[in-house]
């Protein structure tokens, strides 16, 4: 039966990944891969995350099954960390949420759950999203729209083309949106831009589908939220789709949540009874171990603490290379504007180089960096950031 099927083409990204193995100069640089790194290019287990561990391996009784929804205690936790301990929608009954398999089975299930609510329900994107997007949230059934977002010759938001869009928005269609720290572009919404777009989702009765991938990674924890939490507040339905894998160094534990707020809480119980038929329908079960982390974490002042602070520093370090690398080739070169990459949030932003100049940088200096120009600014540290700088500005001239 197998000889019917043709083969899918590697994820270029992958295929990058691999030449980057494979490169034998120990000056390369990979900008390209989605990871954390710290100053050494290491991908670290933070310490906290370590503590847990030891602390789950004397606590932990059983590896019997978790039930669908994962853990109640995690379940809450993160309820609280993404929509703020006290805040009133978190008392209203409205809302629930389940443990999912990392922020992608987070998408997964939530689209899958609004596809049986609305099948005609279309997506709306922005221009340019993470590239994953389309065919996992595409292929749970939804049509998928595109609406403008980020403009390469301003580096900016395009705010206007993105309006204009969203005002043509359906009633019962979806609007993807970034919680923060934007995949690919670093570009986020303003809180106006985000207020505007909530103004809109009423006025036309669309529905936001927020993913939340990389909270802390910004601003700090509760800066990065002020869009879904607003929205949380306003708006009678919402999505939002986060994941831990990030923000606790947890990539490989799948550690995710999807959380629904609907109109009332005899819906919200619906919705969620949805969730758990797709969860037992697919995987059946969401992984424990990185869920029983962030529950300990979480649960325990010392050990918040500890990973808030972990935390703290990972964003300023990220902070610190974008106006490093931005300053060295900005103060290099007339006439070239790096201040999108000081301005912007998270890991990535465009560099805004043409495929010559990547191919440059890969053949000649081997540095790694994707065909969009997308970098990852964890990537840059104090050992290759001379390297790099110059390695960009010879390319630039
Ligand atoms: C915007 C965005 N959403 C979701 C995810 C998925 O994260 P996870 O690894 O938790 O599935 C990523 C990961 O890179 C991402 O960048």
């Known amino acids: ?15 990058l990944m691999a030449a980057f193995r494979a490169d034998t100069r120990t000056t390369k640089i990979d900008l390209g891969v989605g990871v954390y790194m710290d100053d050494h290019g290491h991908t670290p287990v933070m310490a906290s995350v370590k503590e847990a561990e030891a602390q789950l391996m004397q606590l932990e009784t059983t590896k019997s099954y978790q039930g669908i929804a994962g853990d109640p205690d995690y379940n809450q936790r993160t309820l609280e960390l993404l929509f703020g301990a006290g805040q009133s929608i978190l008392n209203s009954g409205r809302i629930k949420s389940i443990q999912a398999p990392g922020g992608s089975g987070a998408l997964r299930v939530g689209a899958e759950v609004t596809q049986r609510a609305r099948p ?15 065919p996992l ?5 939804f049509e998928i729209e595109e609406y403008p977002y980020y403009d390469r010759d301003t580096h900016q938001i395009n705010t206007d083309a993105m309006m204009e869009t969203l005002r043509q928005v359906p ?78 160094g947890l990539y490989r534990e799948r550690t995710g949540s999807i959380t629904f707020i609907a109109e009332s809480p005899e819906q919200v119980e619906i919705v969620a009874s949805q969730a758990m038929a797709v969860a037992r329908q697919t995987y059946s079960m969401p992984p424990a171990h990185g869920a029983l982390l962030v529950s300990l974490i979480l649960g325990d002042q010392q050990l918040r603490a500890n990973w808030e602070a972990e935390l703290a520093e990972v964003r300023g370090r990220i902070q610190s290379m974008r106006s490093l690398l931005a300053d060295n080739i900005q103060n290099n070169v007339a006439g070239i504007d790096f201040t999108h990459v000081k301005m912007q949030k998270g890991m990535f932003s465009f560099l805004g180089l043409n495929t010559a100049q990547l191919d440059h940088l890969r053949e000649e200096f081997g540095i790694y960096i994707v065909s969009s120009s997308r970098v990852n600014l964890a990537g840059v540290n104090s050992n290759n950031i001379d390297y790099l700088s110059s390695s960009i500005l010879s390319v630039l001239k």
Request: aromatic share 8%; charged share 20%; hydrophobic share 40%.
């Open 120 to 134: 005609e329900a279309k997506l709306w994107v922005g221009v340019p999203t993470w590239p994953n997007h389309i």
């Open 171 to 248: 009633a019962g269609d979806m609007v993807l949106l970034h919680g923060c720290c934007h995949n690919p572009t670093g570009a986020d919404l303003t809180h106006e831009q985000w207020d505007q777009i909530a103004d809109l989702a009423l006025e036309r009765g669309f529905i936001p589908f927020i993913d939340t991938a990389y909270q802390g990674l910004g601003d700090g924890l509760d800066e990065d939220a002020y869009g879904l939490r607003m929205m949380a507040d306003r708006l009678p339905e919402l999505v939002v789709a986060s994941s831990c894998s990030k923000n606790f």
């Open 137 to 141: 949230l595409g292929s749970a059934g």
């Open 1 to 15: 039966m197998f000889e019917s099927l043709k083969p899918v083409a590697m994820d270029p990204i992958l295929g």
